[in-house]
């Protein structure tokens, strides 16, 4: 194993770049990528597969049909042997949302009530950052620099389906297996978010059954909250 990467020290470089996108693209919640479509969600990817689950549609989309999930993988997108980097995977986004695309059948599956299409990165023409782009850069670097340390918990995706909604993905440090969290938006987000980091800990409100969501390990219900 010398001079290999061990899967605990792969995973966390997947989790940390899973992390890094999101941050970029909650950009795109309020300014569209193009043609009405905004983003309405990141999903960690199932397990430690290389890929991100970026979802698509109408800024207040009220049904699963109106969004599109799209898997990128982090592997094809990017400079070779490195994993995509956010802006590798918002230009394939971007691409994915303008003009017409046809896919096999092979790379039609859903998820969660909506359509999910397998993306090969080499078939989508993903346009090169422009100079709002390297203005936003400029500016998200300055206000929010770059640290080693992460934050706790740390946000792995998020995905608004529902009114007053929106779940969110998130690990803790030392455990990077993914929890999914339900919380309303009209609530007490203040105090709610000040006290994530137990409220996620707490036996009680985890959704016991099947879990029907299979980006995450486990489901926390924080609606009532």
Known sequence: MSG????DDAREALAEQQADIVRL????IHAPLTDGQFIRGVLPAPASAAEVRVVTGPQHAARDGEVMAW???LRGCGAPDELAGPYDVLGVVRGLATGTHVFSSSRVDTVLGMTLIHVDPEQIVAPSPDECD????VLRTLTYPWTEEQPDPRLRGFLRREPD????YVDRPGDIDVV??????SGALTALLAALPSLIEEEERV???DLDDPHCSRLVSLIDW
């Open 165 to 168: 909604r929106m779940r969110l």
């Open 25 to 28: 693209l909650l950009h795109h």
């Open 180 to 185: 999914a969290v339900d919380v309303r938006l």
């Open 71 to 73: 898997a990128i993988p």
């Open 134 to 137: 390297h203005a936003f850069t």
């Open 207 to 209: 959704v016991s059954g």
């Open 4 to 7: 290999q990467a061990r899967p």
